[in-house]
């Protein structure tokens, strides 16, 4: 709701109150105003011209289902005659005063009251720039902020002055914004610190900007222009085609998490293939395990090697092993314990019986003939083997995870140039008196070097964790942020802690991508609605997700171009929250949360008060009970290769509530890696997506509810019983609806409502 004070309220609640709007319309540098209205009016020493023959209506919309927002505009037309302003016509005043792109207010005002007070505004932004006027009328078309603030995104783009070594390709291609959890993977138990490279949630582009760093002989890519939380060496990949990432080779790669740059050099990789055995030790889990037994005589357990595109000269091969548990300390030297080849068993590399080391790297290279290494042909089926001949003997061994490491060089190798001269150390014969010596001497010389780097790669990619809060996560105006956020919870959050909460990416996009409320004054930001969405205790996308909040996890980079108003609302419908700008000039998001969990209303809505203009149903083809949530979006693939669903067969079928029919509704969530967070989404969608909605039209033929907007909830008191919603009682304890529509005037307001509980 705006925030319009008690004593306008008030006085807005009067059945005679006088009630009408007064506009300021800005000009040139915006420190001054004219000031219009339908009649002279004076305010202390501001003048309201009684120009306006046509107020229009302020039109503001949301799409229930899209989770978008409309741009909020006014038509206002004026008296343009001679001698009506200042002894000529308004469009006079075109020649000094430029109006276009320049601010505008608009207050709703009663007799008695201040009119320009911010508890006042009804609507602001900027006056379109295509004024048109006749002899007799000029017309303004009033916009509210949306074009003014919203850019393409991200906002740093590569160019040749700022990064004079950037690759060519890269010249225009945007730094990545970087949000969220994408580390090692928190539902695989302790990781073993031998396969740290592997067990990682997803993998990130840093854009290469510099494709040659002459100090330190590395190439460096920048993965954001914000601090980011963490980066690792250990976790720095390229892309080397089929889905397949290259993992850079011990010291190759260095990172910097303030400035953001990742550093790499080298042509030698590690890659590591998605084994297979449907048991534990290909499950991604250290806290499972499988055991090898063998009693009196041998055991095995296998695991599959898929096919792997080709990405370079294989230079070995090593099975990297996790251990639970040996049942002995040590085995007889009769014993074998080894890897081999499943359709061969001679074809083997012996393992390490050792219950004092739970892990290691066995070279099995040579079970591989040149052949298949030189065409990656590595498919195939392979074993544990286990085999205890004396008699009467058991023996077992536990198995956590096996990967199979592979290391690889690239195929293309860079030669680089340096252009500059150095000082270097270099010999010099000198004469002295008919003899010769050798001396060192510092001379200018030409440097050259070679250094390997693979083909034709963009970027790079990683894996870590991306944007911390800035310092508006605790402060606002200078004060404690919860001073500043009305009623709302505590964030929870602190400037140390990554941005994994979609709300709170939302609001790091409009401060660090649009630069709004650069002075962390609320100006631009109702932060009470951020809160009450997104805080850590009881924010409303708990209920979005059915889920803590803390579990509600986020995780992108926005690594191409575009527009931030589409950005923000994809961001915004993935947590079922719609963003707009509001009627006093600040950004708000409202959450939509599931139909259960409606019991209360922003305000009521007096069926005496208003107009009943229509009751109505969404359409049928709205209706979506077959939902199917695509997410963990591959960077090297540039797809989608999670899939979620959620169906309602009661929607689908044939009784009270049933549609006749499966909809289906697909939905990129390539913002979110998570599991859990994005099968919680498709419930959601299906949840409030599976019914027809009661949609009503009425309007207020009084300005008494001119302070509601879009995204407030209402129900109704004193309804008319005889009037049913479809057959059932309108109960105003069980009956709540969002506003998604009003087009409002200095006198009342036509509103559109579309019921939200079940």
């Not at 006042?120 to 007799?136: H, K, P, Q, S």
Request: hydrophobic fraction near 30%; aromatic fraction near 12%.
């Amino acid at each position: 709701m705006l925030s319009f004070n008690t004593t306008l309220v008030n006085k807005l609640k009067l059945r005679n109150a006088q009630t009408f709007w007064c506009l300021k319309l800005y000009y040139n540098d915006e420190s001054a105003f004219i000031g219009v209205s339908d009649t002279h009016r004076v305010d202390g020493s501001d003048i309201y011209y009684g120009l306006v023959t046509d107020w229009g209506n302020t039109n503001q919309s949301i799409d229930y289902f899209e989770f978008s927002s409309s741009i909020s505009n006014v038509t206002v037309k004026m008296v343009n005659t001679h001698n009506t302003f200042q002894g000529g016509r308004f469009s006079d005043q075109l020649s000094s005063k430029n109006f276009g792109n320049r601010k505008w207010e608009l207050f709703q005002c009663v007799h008695g009251l201040t009119y320009d007070t911010s508890a006042n505004l009804i609507g602001t932004g900027m006056i379109a720039g295509d004024i048109g006027y006749n002899r007799n009328e000029i017309m303004l078309t009033l916009l509210d902020f949306t074009t003014y603030y919203h850019k393409e995104l991200p906002k740093t783009v590569i160019d040749s002055s700022t990064y004079p070594n950037a690759p060519e390709k890269n010249l225009g291609k945007p730094i990545p914004m970087t949000y969220g959890y994408f580390h090692e993977r928190t539902g695989a138990g302790t990781i073993d610190s031998y396969m740290t490279g592997v067990y990682t949630e997803a993998k990130f582009p840093a854009v290469i900007t510099n494709k040659w760093n002459d100090s330190t002989d590395y190439m460096v890519s920048t993965p954001d222009t914000e601090d980011m939380h963490t980066l690792d060496a250990d976790n720095v990949y390229y892309h080397g085609g089929g889905g397949e990432f290259g993992t850079f080779y011990g010291s190759n790669a260095a990172v910097s998490t303030s400035d953001p740059s990742i550093s790499t050099k080298g042509a030698v990789f590690y890659h590591y293939p998605i084994l297979y055995n449907g048991g534990n030790i290909t499950d991604k889990s250290f806290s499972t395990s499988e055991t090898l037994t063998a009693n009196n005589s041998s055991g095995t357990v296998s695991f599959d090697i898929p096919k792997i595109p080709n990405l370079g000269e294989i230079t070995y091969i090593r099975a990297v092993i996790s251990y639970a548990s040996f049942s002995d300390a040590t085995i007889a030297a009769e014993d074998v314990f080894r890897v081999q080849n499943a359709a061969s068993p001679s074809t083997n590399a012996s393992l390490t019986w050792n219950a004092g080391s739970l892990h290691e790297r066995v070279d099995v290279s040579s079970m591989f003939s040149t052949t298949q290494k030189d065409s990656w042909d590595l498919e195939g089926t392979y074993q544990f083997y286990l085999l205890t001949s004396i008699s009467g003997n058991s023996r077992n061994c536990a198995i956590k995870q096996i990967e199979m490491e592979i290391q690889f060089s690239a195929n293309q190798t860079y030669l680089q140039e340096y252009d500059d001269m150095r000082l270097a150390s270099v010999p010099k014969i000198l004469w002295e008196k008919g003899k010769s010596k050798q001396v060192t001497v510092m001379k200018k010389v030409q440097a050259f070097h070679q250094q390997a780097q693979p083909a034709n790669i963009d970027y790079v990619y990683f894996s870590g964790i991306g944007r911390k809060y800035g310092a508006w996560i605790d402060t606002i105006d200078g004060n404690n942020r919860t001073d500043e956020n009305g009623t709302a919870a505590d964030p929870g959050y602190a400037t140390t802690d990554y941005i994994t909460n979609p709300v709170y990416i939302i609001e790091d996009i409009l401060r660090a991508g649009l630069g709004l409320d650069s002075n962390t004054d609320g100006s631009d930001i109702d932060i009470s609605t951020f809160d009450t969405s997104g805080n850590s205790t009881d924010g409303l996308i708990t209920d979005v997700f059915d889920d803590s909040v803390g579990d509600v996890k986020f995780a992108f980079s926005h690594n191409r171009f575009l527009g931030s108003k589409e950005l923000i609302e994809k961001l915004g419908g993935l947590c079922g929250s719609y963003v707009f700008l509001s009627g006093d000039g600040k950004f708000k998001i409202k959450t939509l949360r599931k139909p259960a969990d409606y019991s209360s209303a922003d305000a009521q809505v007096d069926y005496n008060d208003i107009t009943l203009d229509s009751i109505n149903l969404t359409s049928a083809n709205a209706v979506r009970n077959d939902v199917t949530v695509h997410y963990k979006f591959n960077y090297g693939m540039t797809e989608n290769v999670g899939i979620k669903t959620a169906t309602d067969s009661t929607s689908q079928g044939t009784t009270v509530n049933g549609i006749n029919q499966t909809l289906e509704y697909e939905h990129d969530a390539g913002l979110i890696q998570d599991d859990t967070t994005a099968q919680n989404l498709a419930t959601y969608y299906k949840d409030t997506m599976k019914d027809r909605k009661v949609v009503i039209m009425f309007d207020a033929p009084s300005a008494k509810y001119n302070h509601l907007e879009v995204g407030d909830i209402i129900n109704f008191s004193n309804w008319d019983s005889s009037i049913k919603l479809y057959g059932t009682a309108m109960d105003s304890s069980n009956h709540f609806f969002i506003i998604t529509q009003t087009s409002k005037r200095p006198n009342g307001c036509e509103f559109f409502c579309t019921e939200v509980s079940d």
